[in-house]
């Protein structure tokens, strides 16, 4: 992590230099679905708070410009950060601390960067609670209806230029090859 940190830190340092608007955006995933410590605990790591507040101290650490919310970052969730079963009962009371840690008053979010242009994300609110499989990538209701009215707020025509996020592809995207991401699971596709 420390190297691919490496990577990126002076790309975003150059753009701040020269005042550029500068986001950073997770798509999730934040954690190993195993035991860090397993000589001490047989405890999975992903979707735990111990987990999330690394992921925050980590992604916050690229210095990159700070959102509404305080974060120098913009995360969305993956179907594995809500898999702390160990820790919580619940996929809500998961997804509850995902929020706090990450300073995320919805799983959604909006950043506007530039005129006319703005970032838009979408968590997976379900791991638990998935249909058939964990592997599952699922976009609550609420959060549809938010983005349909997000982009009838943001038309094309009146120039707008909006950057969707989500911790997997669409349905009906065209992506053919996801490249060892979900595709052992046919079910690998957002809301599929």
């Known amino acids: 992590y420390q190297t691919g940190r490496q990577h990126f ?85 998961n997804l509850e601390v995902f929020m706090k840690l990450h300073k995320k008053p919805t799983p959604h979010f909006i950043n506007y960067v530039n005129d006319k242009v703005v970032l838009v994300g979408l968590c997976s609110t379900v791991f638990r609670d998935a249909k058939y499989t964990s592997h599952e990538v699922t976009v609550d209701d609420e959060q549809l209806k938010w983005f349909e009215k997000t982009m009838e707020e943001h038309p094309a025509e009146d120039g707008w230029k909006v950057f969707v996020f989500s911790h997997a592809p669409p349905i009906g995207s065209g992506l053919r090859v996801l490249q060892e991401n979900h595709v052992v699971n046919g079910c690998c596709w957002l809301n599929h």
């Open 9 to 93: 830190q002076p790309i975003i340092d150059d753009a701040k230099n020269r005042g550029i608007p500068m986001r950073l955006v997770s798509l999730g995933d934040l954690g190993e679905s195993k035991s860090v410590d397993p000589e001490s605990t047989d405890e999975l790591f992903a979707g735990t708070t111990a987990c999330h507040e690394l992921a925050h101290d980590f992604l916050q650490g690229f210095g990159a410009d700070a959102n509404e919310h305080g974060a120098g970052y913009e995360v969305i969730g993956g179907n594995h950060d809500l898999e702390g079963i160990d820790e919580f009962a619940t996929d809500a009371e």
